[in-house]
Structures are given as C-alpha cells and as structure tokens.
C-alpha cells in the first residue's frame, strides 16, 4: 500500500496528534513499529495469525451486520450526534487501522499463552 503525502494525510495526522497529545514523530513511529511488529507476527506465527484473523473477520463480520442495531442502542444511551460519530468511528478503525489490529493480535497472543499455561 502505497501513502500519498498530500494536505489531506498531514492534516489527518495533525487532527490525530493533537488528539492523542502526541507529536506527529512519535506517531508516524509507533505506526512504524506497530507495522513492523505485525510483519514479524505473519513471518514468525502464519498459522496463529491467520487464525486470529478468521477469528476476527467473523467478528467484524458480526459487527457490520448488527450496526444498525447497535447504533440503536448507543442513541438509547446517549442520542447526541456525537457519540453516534465516535461509535461509527470506533467500527471504521477496527476494520482499517493496522495498529488497532497489530495490538488485538498482541491481545490475542498473551491470552492464548495463558490459557496454554493452565
């Protein structure tokens, strides 16, 4: 996958920084290795990995299908505008952002290890 660095992407990485009280170097860093850290998974651990990503596609899967029906439940909470956007957002990035994935993955490697220990 190819980044074009344009106004938008930094602009986008402006907005995510600031969020995050983060400087756009130590994001763009901790994106790198989170990125690195997934590569090492696929080469060291295929199989456990593509496991996991079954796993979590079907979940995703779950997710998409029953959205409608969540945001419904997220406006019985709360029904601003806002916490329906966060909630919309919050699906857009477990299905896009790589380093949401590379730390689920993480996640799902120290649970898997304790359930072996037992």
């Known amino acids: 996958m190819l980044i074009e660095v344009n106004d938008d992407f930094l602009k986008e990485i402006k907005q995510i920084t600031e969020a995050m009280n983060i400087t756009p170097g130590e994001y763009l860093e901790n994106l790198y290795k989170n990125t690195q850290n997934l590569k090492d998974d696929l080469l060291e651990d295929k199989e456990d990995f593509s496991t996991f990503v079954e796993e979590y596609h079907l979940i995703l899967n779950e997710l998409s299908r029953h959205q409608e029906n969540l945001l419904a439940s997220v406006k ?43």
């Open 76 to 118: 019985e909470i709360d029904d601003t505008l806002v916490t329906q956007r966060v909630f919309e957002e919050l699906i857009r990035l477990c299905s896009d952002d790589i380093s949401v994935l590379s730390k689920l993955y993480k996640k799902y490697k120290e649970q898997d290890d304790r359930i072996q220990l037992i």
